[in-house]
């Protein structure tokens, strides 16, 4: 069996050969636009050369950690002097414990040392008991806790029985925090009516002990005399 494709008229179309035309040439794109196409092209990388610049600049730029300052050595000087003074000193929970006046009070920051001059101390402990000191002169850190006393030293204070002592000497060392009194020089001890001379001593009220050193001479007085 056959099969006959039967396929629609195309209209005609009318060809012609002739010369080739030449396209028109391209016009010539002015040099600004040029500039700004390649412009636009680079941008982002301009961008991050300029971005990567500023960051280099920063850190070439910003300041480095602190340096530590060569230890200048402190002056031996005073950095303060008062005259005719009174210094207080209060426990946290604002309760006196400490008064010490003078003639001229001298601090030495180098090692934190005050030098007084006609000192006189005045320290109550926590139970109420007070310890008066005075002397010529005195030498002693900076918050006057311990204490050198030069020159017509004097510590007077009471035994736990609330007897009387009272030492003296051209020197004593005194600590009014913990209560205790030295002397490595000749000194004179006088506990209620009792009188002892001694070549030094180391008083502790907290152990309740006075350690005279020899030679020792006492004039010693009952204590139901006392």
Do not use: C
């Not at 629609?8 to 500039?35: N, Q």
């Amino acid at each position: 069996m056959s099969v006959e494709l039967h396929l629609p008229d195309l209209p005609e179309v009318p060809i012609s050969v002739g010369p080739l035309r030449r396209l028109a040439p391209r016009a010539a794109v002015p040099w600004h636009l040029r500039w700004r196409e390649q412009l636009s092209a680079y941008l982002p990388l301009l961008l991050m050369a300029l971005l990567a610049l500023a960051t280099w600049w920063l850190v070439k730029n910003s300041p480095g950690p602190p340096v530590e300052a060569d230890a200048r050595p402190v002056s031996p000087d005073p950095d303060y002097t008062m005259s005719r003074f009174a210094v207080e000193r209060f426990d946290s929970g604002g309760r006196l414990k400490l008064r010490i006046e003078g003639e001229q009070l001298k601090h030495f920051p180098a090692d934190d040392r005050i030098e007084i001059e006609g000192a006189v101390i005045r320290a109550i402990a926590a139970d109420g008991r007070v310890t008066l000191a005075h002397a010529r002169r005195a030498i002693g850190n900076g918050d006057g806790s311990e204490v050198q006393l030069l020159g017509g030293a004097e510590v007077a204070s009471t035994d736990a029985a609330g007897t009387p002592l009272v030492m003296r000497g051209e020197f004593l060392q005194a600590w009014f925090v913990t209560e205790r009194v030295s002397s490595h020089l000749p000194v004179q001890v006088q506990l209620g009516s009792s009188q002892m001379r001694a070549a030094g001593l180391d008083y502790d009220h907290a152990t309740q002990r006075l350690d005279l050193k020899g030679p020792l001479r006492a004039e010693l007085t009952p204590r139901a005399a006392w």
